[in-house]
């Protein structure tokens, strides 16, 4: 569950982008993972500039899941919220094919360490 002083941001479509967090006397973006976006507090216009220009298309990438016994398995994001984080398996494109049945993973939000651009 997201804190209460998370700020959704928007694209100008409406689309959600993250989240613009107060941090002293400046703010922090999160993207839709959750991850911070800069290292310190920007201003408010600099962090939704930040968010826009990172947009979402980082969430169609593949990713590395490590999973508990320590194997590393290709995946993509299926649904990424406040709420928590789906992927899907994604050996040999597998995600991406019609009527697939891929394993998924629930991961929390925000993504764990284990999930990884590959």
Same mark, same amino acid.
């Not at 984080?85 to 040999?92: H, L, N, P, Q």
């Not at 094919?97 to 590959?118: C, I, T, W």
């Given at each position: 569950?997201?804190?209460?002083?998370?700020?959704?941001?928007?694209?100008?479509?409406?689309?959600?982008?993250?989240?613009?967090?107060?941090?002293?006397?400046?703010?922090?973006?999160?993207?839709?993972?959750?991850?911070?976006?800069?290292?310190?507090?920007?201003?408010?216009?600099? #962090?939704? @500039?930040?968010?826009?220009?990172?947009?979402? &298309?980082?969430?169609? =990438? /593949? $990713?590395? !899941?490590?999973? +508990?016994?320590?194997?590393?398995?290709?995946?993509?994001?299926?649904?990424?919220?406040?709420?928590?984080?789906?992927?899907? #398996?994604? @050996?040999?494109?597998?995600?991406?094919?019609? &009527?697939?049945?891929? =394993? /998924? $993973?629930? !991961?929390?939000? +925000?993504?764990?360490?284990?999930?990884?651009?590959?």
């Amino acid at each position: 569950m997201l804190p209460e002083h998370w700020i959704e941001h928007r694209r100008e479509d409406r689309e959600p982008v993250g989240w613009i967090v107060p941090e002293g006397d400046g703010f922090r973006p999160v993207d839709r993972l959750g991850r911070w976006v800069t290292a310190e507090p920007v201003d408010w216009l600099e #962090a939704e @500039e930040t968010l826009e220009e990172l947009g979402i &298309g980082f969430l169609a =990438d /593949r $990713y590395l !899941l490590r999973l +508990p016994d320590g194997t590393e398995r290709p995946v993509r994001i299926s649904e990424a919220s406040g709420d928590g984080i789906t992927v899907v #398996a994604d @050996e040999y494109g597998a995600a991406s094919a019609v &009527g697939a049945n891929s =394993d /998924r $993973y629930q !991961l929390p939000f +925000p993504a764990p360490d284990e999930l990884r651009p590959a």
